[in-house]
């Protein structure tokens, strides 16, 4: 199992979200690349979201930073958010290179919590992600992993003949969000303390 694998905090802190899923194909949307058909469905998605005044580029952006309550890594995670124009996949491969040895030491019991939160600002401050999941209404709503030789992560599905199997757990706190109108979510005290170590930060390229 990798390192980076987040099914033992699902199996631990999240036991409702454990499972595997079967959806069939011809009442699925699925979504994988941002550019394509329900592209806007993916955490990696471009989608501005303001929080306390501090912008983010996307759902993923936060859900990275949300890893991190230590202002040295809290810092150098958003420098290397800012480094290149992949700005969603470098957001999550910076979060990596620091990661587990420097992520806060209770993440695995708020990973979904921290997930929703992201999911839940987007949804209020996106109007083109909340249309697009109104769209989505009678389907089921499904991540696809998004490397073939690969078998679907926690957070994906991968086809199997006519059905789409696997945890796919974005996928169902999408389709949990659609349905209910809301994420339901219960983060630390000290969750967003990454936002007031930034604030001083951006002020000084006022």
């Known amino acids: 199992m990798s390192k980076h694998s987040v099914y033992p905090f699902i199996q631990r802190f999240y036991p409702e979200y454990d499972g595997i899923q079967s959806y069939p194909t011809s009442e699925c949307a699925v979504f994988c690349k941002t550019n394509e058909e329900w592209g806007i469905l993916s955490n990696m998605a471009s989608t501005p979201i303001i929080i306390e005044g501090v912008e983010f580029k996307s759902a993923e952006h936060i859900f990275q930073m949300l890893k991190f309550i230590e202002a040295e890594y809290v810092k150098k995670v958003w420098q290397g958010i800012t480094a290149n124009n992949k700005i969603s996949q470098n957001i999550k491969m910076t979060a990596k290179s620091y990661e587990p040895e420097h992520r806060r030491a209770d993440w695995g019991s708020m990973i979904v919590d921290a997930l929703k939160y992201a999911i839940q600002k987007k949804y209020e401050q996106c109007e083109s992600f909340r249309q697009e999941l109104?769209?989505?209404?009678?389907?089921?709503?499904?991540?696809?992993q998004a490397n073939p030789k690969k078998p679907a992560d926690t957070w994906s599905a991968k086809q199997e003949g006519d059905m789409w199997v696997g945890s796919n757990l974005t996928g169902r706190l999408l389709m949990e969000l659609r349905d209910n109108g809301r994420l339901e979510y219960n983060l630390p005290?000290?969750?967003?303390?990454?936002?007031?170590?930034?604030?001083?930060?951006?002020?000084?390229?006022?």
């Open 134 to 144: 109104d769209r989505s209404k009678g389907l089921y709503i499904v991540e696809k």
């Open 189 to 206: 005290n000290d969750a967003l303390r990454f936002i007031d170590i930034l604030k001083p930060e951006l002020s000084k390229d006022i």
